[in-house]
Nanobody, 124 residues
Framework: QVQLVESGGGLVQAGDSLRVSCAAS????????MGWFRQAPGKERVFVAS????????VHADSVKGRFIISRDNAKNTVYLQMNSLKPEDTAVYYC?????????????????WGKGTLVTVSS
C-alpha cells in the first residue's frame, strides 16, 4: 500500500511556470513507475507524463512535450512535474499515479494507486 499526496497547485497566468510535487508514504517510491494524469472540468482524465523506477526513462504526452518535465527523487520519495509556458488549456486537476509493473506506458487501467489531486488554474 502506498499513499500519494500532491501539492504545489495554484492559480497562475499564461506563460508562467509551476512545479507540482507528489510525496509518497507507506512504501518506497522506487518500487513504482510513476506518472501524472490530469482532468479538466467536464472532461476525462488523461495521461500527462510518466517516469521509470530509476528515472532513466520518461514519456510525455504530445500536448505537453517540450513544456513539461517529469522527474523523481527516490531518496525523498517524491515525484515532480515541472510545468513551463503554461496555457489556459492546461487548467485541470493534476493527479499523481503509481504503477507497480515495469512499463512506462501508463493508462488509467494499469494504475494501482492515485493521489487526490491538486488544482492548477491558468488564466489568460
Amino acid at each position: 500500500q502506498v499513499q500519494l499526496v500532491e501539492s504545489g497547485g495554484g492559480l497562475v497566468q499564461a506563460g508562467d511556470s509551476l512545479r507540482v510535487s507528489c510525496a509518497a508514504s507507506g512504501r518506497t517510491l522506487s518500487s513504482y513507475v510513476m506518472g501524472w494524469f490530469r482532468q479538466a472540468p467536464g472532461k476525462e482524465r488523461v495521461f500527462v507524463a510518466s517516469i521509470s523506477k530509476s528515472g532513466s526513462t520518461t514519456v510525455h504526452a504530445d500536448s505537453v512535450k517540450g513544456r513539461f518535465i517529469i522527474s523523481r527523487d527516490n531518496a525523498k520519495n517524491t515525484v515532480y512535474l515541472q510545468m513551463n509556458s503554461l496555457k489556459p488549456e492546461d487548467t485541470a486537476v493534476y493527479y499523481c499515479a503509481a504503477h507497480p509493473g515495469g512499463t512506462v506506458v501508463l493508462t488509467i487501467g494499469n494504475i494501482a494507486y492515485w493521489g487526490k489531486g491538486t488544482l492548477v488554474t491558468v488564466s489568460s
